[in-house]
């Protein structure tokens, strides 16, 4: 998609049947605009395989880890 990083975790959690909304933190208004527009595309099945799959075998560390 040519997607920043931002966007494309925004579209991955937007695909979710149970989630309204997205929070995205900016610490400069120009941050903002590009994960906003996660919402007008959506990731391939493909895409969303590959991105569960990674997260799978990378699953994130707890914070007091």
């Known amino acids: 998609h040519g ?3 931002g966007a494309v975790a ?3 959690v937007l695909r979710h049947p149970g989630v309204t909304a997205a929070i995205v933190g900016a610490r400069a208004p120009g941050q903002f ?3 906003a527009t996660a ?3 959506r990731l ?3 895409e969303e ?3 569960t799959a ?3 075998a990378n699953p994130a560390k707890a ?3």
């Open 54 to 56: 990674f997260l799978e």
């Open 39 to 41: 919402a007008e595309w």
């Open 3 to 5: 997607k920043i990083p």
């Open 10 to 12: 925004v579209a991955w």
């Open 33 to 35: 605009h590009e994960p």
């Open 63 to 65: 914070w007091d880890d």
């Open 44 to 46: 391939t099945p493909s």
């Open 49 to 51: 395989a590959e991105l």
